[in-house]
Nanobody
Framework: QVHVRESGGGSVQAGGSLRLSCAGS????????WGWFRQASGKEREWVAS????????WYADSVKGRFTITDDNARNTVYLQMTSLTPEDTAMYYC?????????????????????RGQGTQVTVSS
């Protein structure tokens, strides 16, 4: 059963923008943290950004800082990832994850396996 579902992926030229969305199901309501991860073909999955749903404190990987923005809408149990100034190096499958049942220790938000629900991904392709 899918508890979080991503949308908004697609193809864009370098320098362009995309906004990804991720909606949580009834089982993923009251999410404490949201995270975005990505995995490029032939590479390991990497953390992109996370947000504390209560305080809206956010954290970013250095590779996307200043270009990507994570936001959430608690009423809709939805998280967004606004991506700007995209480069071909941003091409990857993007995954959303939700932490529902506990709080993270410092830095825990960057660990894929520590989230309770994880989506199936949406593809982002950036052409040069």
């Amino acid at each position: 059963q899918v508890h979080v579902r991503e949308s908004g992926g697609g193809s864009v030229q370098a320098g362009g923008s995309l906004r990804l969305s991720c909606a949580g199901s009834e089982f993923a309501k009251s999410t404490k943290y949201w995270g975005w991860f990505r995995q490029a073909s032939g590479k390991e999955r990497e953390w992109v950004a996370s947000i504390d749903a209560d305080s809206d404190t956010s954290w970013y990987a250095d590779s996307v800082k200043g270009r990507f923005t994570i936001t959430d809408d608690n009423a809709r149990n939805t998280v967004y990832l606004q991506m700007t100034s995209l480069t071909p190096e941003d091409t990857a499958m993007y995954y959303c994850a939700a932490k529902v049942f506990a709080y993270f220790n410092f830095g825990g938000w960057s660990s894929w396996n520590r989230y309770d629900y994880r989506g199936q991904g949406t593809q982002v392709t950036v052409s040069s």
